[in-house]
């Protein structure tokens, strides 16, 4: 778990701003994602990278983007597309078929 | 798709009574089975988990079994201490439409509560 890092730990978003989360993992493993969590509530896959210059859909997609140019580093992007944006994103990575291991996640507010 | 259902969504337990969650999947190729367990305001971190080659695997005072032809597992945790009050989720290792490996496939959690 100590060789997923997410930053920042706490971010604010003004209305109609792009802002981008970093995660960084140096476990070697081949697959990142990204999950939203919203109070209460489950784990909602956004989106996956399995290689280097793929990545797919999950679940809830819209208003998000992500980018991953280098095996140890996946950042997810909250567009202003993204109308309801506040919760606690949670980064993750695994060897293929293997489980899954968290970032410390991060925090994000709309103000 | 495979679909996870978890049960139950709350579960208040006296401290040393036993607590079980159970989860049911439906894609009988799904093979590994994993249990989180998160706190407040923390990150899900790995507690135990299964293969489908094995029916129950113990750790300590936390136990899991696997009914395949059931196709659901279960979570134990005997003598249940405070600090076990927790978030817990079930999730299952789903197969991609073709039969490559998908995605862990989260249960919507359950909040348990260890009353001393």
């Known amino acids: 778990d100590g060789g997923i890092t997410q930053s920042p730990k706490y971010l604010f978003r003004k209305e109609g701003q792009n802002v981008t989360l970093s995660c960084e993992q140096n476990?070697?493993?081949?697959?990142m994602y990204w999950y939203r969590q919203d109070p209460g509530q489950g784990l909602r896959l956004i989106y996956y990278?399995?290689?280097?210059?793929?990545?797919q859909k999950g679940d809830i997609a819209e208003g998000y983007s992500v980018s991953r140019e280098k095996k140890e580093s996946f950042p997810l992007t909250v567009t202003s597309a993204q109308k309801n944006p506040t919760a606690f994103y949670l980064c993750?990575?695994?060897?293929?078929?293997?489980?899954?291991?968290f970032g410390e996640g991060s925090w994000l507010t709309v103000v | 798709g495979e679909n996870v259902e978890q049960h139950p969504s709350t579960l208040s337990v006296q401290e040393g009574d036993s607590a079980v969650i159970k989860c049911t999947y439906s894609?009988?190729?799904?093979?590994?089975f994993p249990w989180y367990k998160q706190e407040l305001g923390k990150r899900p971190q790995l507690i135990i988990d299964?293969?489908?080659?094995?029916g129950e695997k113990k750790d300590q005072r936390i136990a899991v079994t696997l009914n395949k032809t059931a196709k659901h597992f279960s979570l134990h945790i005997t003598e249940t201490q405070p600090e076990d009050s927790a978030v817990y989720f079930c999730?299952?290792?789903?197969?991609?439409?073709?039969?490559?490996?998908?995605?862990?496939?989260f249960g919507k959690g359950t909040k348990l509560s260890v009353k001393p």
């Open positions: 990278s399995q290689i280097v210059n793929d990545f």
């Open positions: 999730a299952v290792l789903g197969m991609n439409y073709g039969g490559s490996q998908g995605n862990l496939i």
């Open positions: 894609d009988s190729a799904s093979n590994y």
């Open positions: 476990l070697n493993h081949d697959a």
């Open positions: 299964i293969r489908s080659n094995v």
């Open positions: 993750a990575s695994s060897t293929f078929g293997n489980t899954i291991y």
